[in-house]
């Protein structure tokens, strides 16, 4: 046990020399398991204290073979490998495009000639062009915002009970 001792003091002497020696090339997993292995070599075999350090530099050497082998076994792909893994989201085709342009026109167009001129620019302001609240309509149109909510409600209930148009949602819906 005295050998055991006597290595643990002189590694813990030359420590951060040693760690100093290595600097930028210092691999820590192969430094701690070389002082692992030359601790139970100090006990198995007669080493002379005097050989400590250049025994040390050895199992380092070793050590660290085995580590940047490990480390090569293992793939570290960067960033672009997983992007290029990704599923690509499926875009609609120009067929299903053309199909939800031609049923928004066709809606557009029912409103306009079934309703008030002021209710389907509400309802195309509210639901297809800008997406404005009923605060803004309701400033825009002079007209109170429960108004506009309650025909543009109308209106979309119409649409909705439309056998036509649902049908044709039903094939286009994205």
Same mark, same amino acid.
Request: glycine share 2%; net charge neutral.
């Given at each position: /046990?005295?050998?055991?001792?006597?290595? %643990?003091?002189?590694?813990?002497?030359?420590? $951060? *020399?040693?760690?100093?020696?290595?600097?930028?090339?210092?691999?820590?997993?192969?430094? @701690? %398991?070389?002082?692992?292995? /030359?601790?139970?070599?100090?006990?198995?075999?007669?080493? +002379?204290?005097?050989?400590?350090? +250049?025994?040390?530099?050895?199992?380092?050497?070793?050590?660290?073979?085995? #580590?940047? @082998?490990?480390?090569? #076994?293992? #793939?570290?792909?960067?960033?672009?490998?997983?992007?290029?893994? /990704? $599923?690509?989201?499926?875009?609609?085709?120009?067929?299903?495009?053309?199909?939800?342009?031609?049923?928004?026109?066709?809606?557009?167009?029912?409103?306009?000639?079934?309703? +008030? $001129?002021?209710? =389907?620019?509400?309802?195309?302001?509210?639901?297809?062009?800008?997406? #404005?609240?009923? *605060?803004?309509?309701?400033?825009?149109?002079?007209?109170?915002?429960?108004?506009?909510?309650? *025909?543009?409600? %109308?209106?979309? %209930?119409?649409?909705?009970?439309?056998?036509?148009?649902?049908? *044709? =949602?039903?094939?286009?819906? /994205?």
């Amino acid at each position: /046990m005295k050998r055991n001792s006597l290595f %643990d003091n002189w590694f813990v002497y030359n420590y $951060q *020399r040693l760690r100093n020696i290595f600097g930028r090339y210092l691999h820590e997993d192969a430094f @701690h %398991d070389a002082y692992l292995v /030359m601790k139970r070599e100090v006990v198995i075999s007669e080493i +002379p204290v005097e050989s400590f350090e +250049p025994y040390f530099f050895g199992v380092y050497k070793k050590c660290k073979l085995k #580590c940047i @082998h490990k480390d090569s #076994c293992y #793939c570290f792909p960067d960033n672009e490998h997983f992007f290029l893994l /990704m $599923q690509e989201e499926e875009t609609p085709s120009v067929e299903v495009l053309a199909a939800s342009d031609k049923l928004v026109y066709d809606i557009l167009l029912f409103v306009k000639k079934k309703y +008030p $001129q002021t209710d =389907y620019e509400l309802f195309r302001l509210k639901e297809y062009e800008a997406k #404005c609240s009923y *605060r803004h309509l309701s400033a825009y149109a002079g007209i109170s915002a429960s108004a506009i909510h309650r *025909r543009i409600s %109308d209106i979309a %209930d119409t649409i909705r009970n439309h056998e036509g148009f649902s049908k *044709r =949602y039903a094939h286009v819906s /994205m």
